[in-house]
């Protein structure tokens, strides 16, 4: 884990969710937004890849780190549901950074996660929010990647893989976005200096879906491209 002013290079972990703001209770009346809380699902693991092409679907890998650790480590009647996110760098080398946030029981199907995962793309594409920070790193950086919360489906290509009772893997092609592109080839330069975090939820629209939580969250620290890993994902 990373802890601040130690020296390290590829860390991770979970900042509190009150490093981010979300929209309160009464949002469709007063705009506020509030401190998130805690989030729905803890950061287990992060998979750092690198190929020479997109790395897709990769939670249904016999050999990746969802079926071999975490469903199989937990497999019997307490099996958690894996939400994982897969962040797609193209380029002359492709990279992707994963993060897995198994839940700790199943989302209830009325629930604005739980229509999120049974429902369609169309609605999926409508709500995944993102919201980054830049927790440490230069100026020009942080302006860069400013702190708006993000539409993911919007603005950017994204597919989704899921077995209905494991995982759902949402898979976001950053290359599918020259601006968003520009912007990370950018941060990439920067990235052996950066602490990066970001959290990830769904929309809340009416008042029965808010205030919105937090799925979960993730810093990264001090990440070393050379040091993404290729043979576990050929």
């Known amino acids: 884990p990373f802890e601040a002013g130690i020296k390290s290079s590829d860390c991770w972990c979970s900042p509190d969710g009150d490093g981010f703001r979300v929209r309160g209770s009464n949002y469709l009346r007063d705009r506020k937004k509030v401190?998130?809380?805690?989030?729905?699902?803890?950061?287990?693991?992060?998979?750092?890849?690198?190929d020479y092409q997109?790395?897709?679907?990769?939670?249904?890998?016999?050999?990746?780190?969802?079926?071999?650790?975490i469903l199989t480590t937990n497999r019997g009647p307490n099996t958690p549901f894996v939400f994982a996110v897969n962040i797609q760098v193209p380029?002359?080398?492709?990279?992707?950074?994963?993060?897995?946030?198994p839940l700790?029981?199943?989302?209830?199907?009325?629930?604005?996660?739980?229509?999120?995962?049974?429902?369609?793309?169309?609605?999926?594409?409508?709500?995944?929010?993102?919201?980054?920070?830049?927790?440490?790193?230069?100026?020009?950086?942080q302006r860069a990647v400013g702190t708006k919360p993000l539409i993911v489906g919007?603005?950017?290509?994204?597919?989704?893989h899921s077995s209905p009772n494991n995982?759902?893997?949402?898979?976001?092609?950053?290359?599918?976005?020259?601006?968003?592109?520009?912007i990370v080839r950018f941060v990439l330069g920067y990235v052996r200096t950066l602490v990066v975090d970001m959290c990830f939820l769904i929309e809340g629209k009416r008042d029965d879906e808010l205030p919105e939580q937090l799925i979960g969250t993730s810093r990264v620290a001090h990440l070393e491209p050379e040091s993404a890993d290729r043979k576990s994902v050929v």
């Open 154 to 160: 919007r603005a950017l290509k994204v597919t989704y």
């Open 35 to 50: 401190p998130a809380g805690q989030p729905l699902a803890e950061l287990v693991a992060v998979d750092w890849f690198v």
């Open 91 to 101: 380029g002359a080398r492709h990279f992707s950074i994963v993060y897995y946030y």
């Open 104 to 141: 700790a029981r199943p989302a209830d199907a009325d629930s604005l996660l739980g229509r999120f995962i049974h429902g369609n793309d169309s609605f999926r594409n409508a709500r995944l929010k993102l919201i980054p920070r830049v927790a440490l790193g230069p100026w020009v950086v």
């Open 54 to 69: 997109r790395i897709d679907d990769i939670c249904s890998r016999p050999a990746g780190t969802c079926q071999r650790y």
């Open 167 to 182: 995982y759902m893997e949402v898979d976001i092609d950053i290359g599918s976005s020259t601006v968003a592109n520009n």
